[in-house]
T-cell receptor
Framework: QKEVEQNSGPLSVPEGAIASLNCTYS??????FFWYRQYSGKSPELIMSIYSNGDKEDGRFTAQLNKASQYVSLLIRDSQPSDSATYLC???????????FGSGTRLSIRP | GAGVSQTPSNKVTEKGKYVELRCDPI?????LYWYRQSLGQGPEFLIYFQGTGAADDSGLPNDRFFAVRPEGSVSTLKIQRTERGDSAVYLCASSFSTDNEQFFGPGTRLTVL
């Protein structure tokens, strides 16, 4: 069974600090990796995609991929209360294909 | 531009009834995906289309579930003889065929009484 594993949380981080979210995946042939943010009662919203080993930065978000360790992470700098949500990690093939989601990590930013 | 749209937003039905859920993808996206999500879980893959054909239907739980995309745009997920366990949010997503960035619609919340 191909799996994506995440700590369910909740992860509580003070406002302004760095939030670090982690994810591991079991399928070594996965080529595309994603972080989605999901607010309660809403659908997932894509915030980062990463395809190569290393870091990818977009504003306050940095995704990190280590294929040798089958590990993906998301860093959120200068955390804001609006970042409080569930963060879903997902892994899939290189081009159009299904993606396998983790169960999500609940993040809470405390003022 | 317009995002992925799904109708209805909510559907309440009785056990044993037939339901259809509709998805209209982002214009120009050739790949369309169906997932379902239960409370506290991540989306679970059901089926995806590349154009008009189902490229991977390995996630459909049984033969009560069927999906079509006859003209390569709008898709309909059909569930026959609904069961209470089918209650979930059904999510549709679309993407360009050259990458795998999938953009989700608002979902249809299905409740089977």
């Amino acid at each position: 069974q191909k799996e994506v594993e995440q700590n369910s949380g909740p992860l509580s981080v003070p406002e302004g600090a760095i939030a670090s979210l982690n994810c591991t995946y079991s399928d070594r042939v996965s080529q595309s990796f994603f972080w989605y943010r999901q607010y309660s009662g809403k659908s997932p919203e894509l915030i980062m995609s990463i395809y190569s080993n290393g870091d990818k930065e977009d504003g306050r978000f940095t995704a990190q991929l280590n294929k040798a360790s089958q590990y993906v992470s998301l860093l959120i700098r200068d955390s804001q209360p609006s970042d409080s949500a569930t963060y879903l990690c997902a892994a899939g093939g290189g081009s159009a294909s299904k993606i396998i989601f983790g169960s999500g990590t609940r993040l809470s930013i405390r003022p | 531009g317009a995002g992925v749209s799904q109708t209805p937003s909510n559907k309440v039905t009785e056990k044993g009834k037939y339901v259809e859920l509709r998805c209209d993808p982002i214009s120009g996206h050739t790949a369309l995906y169906w997932y379902r999500q239960s409370l506290g879980q991540g989306p679970e893959f059901l089926i995806y289309f590349q154009g008009t054909g189902a490229a991977d239907d390995s996630g459909l739980p049984n033969d009560r579930f069927f999906a079509v995309r006859p003209e390569g745009s709008v898709s309909t997920l059909k569930i026959q003889r609904t069961e209470r366990g089918d209650s979930a949010v059904y999510l549709c997503a679309s993407s360009f065929s050259t990458d795998n960035e999938q953009f989700f619609g608002p979902g249809t919340r299905l409740t089977v009484l």
